[in-house]
């Protein structure tokens, strides 16, 4: 397994979760990381996604201002802090090494996590 996303749970709405993907050194060389989710009966879709050096390259509209990505390169790991948690966040969490193409896109990235749920009760 080159990603394993962890840190996901059930939590009220307005709390906070920090989520965690640890990579095998390759897998995080890839120059873009990125988050996905995928709620119940919905498609996967992008959340956030963030350059070797930390760049922040985009959110979701709807995380932005609550969402944080960042990377820690040295321990290979990858993360996701979630504020002002709503209902609709409910999902399960992927994080992906980018490969080739539209950072939004589930085909760009060609190694994924095995997903963490994130439930937020109202």
């Known amino acids: 397994v080159q990603l394993q996303a962890s840190g996901g749970g059930l939590v009220q709405a307005g709390g906070s979760l920090r989520l965690s993907c640890a990579a095998a050194?390759?897998?995080?060389?890839?120059?873009?990381m990125g988050w996905f989710r995928q709620a119940p009966g919905k498609e996967q879709e992008f959340v956030a996604a963030i350059t070797w050096t930390g760049g922040i390259i985009a959110y979701a509209d709807s995380v932005k201002g609550r969402f944080t990505i960042s990377r820690d390169n040295a321990k290979n790991t990858l993360y996701l802090q979630m504020n002002s948690l709503k209902p609709e966040d409910t999902a399960v969490y992927y994080c992906a090494g980018w490969r080739r193409g539209s950072y939004y896109d589930t085909t760009s990235y060609d190694s994924w996590g095995q997903g963490t749920l994130v439930t937020v009760s109202s």
């Open positions: 050194a390759r897998t995080v060389r890839s120059s873009v």
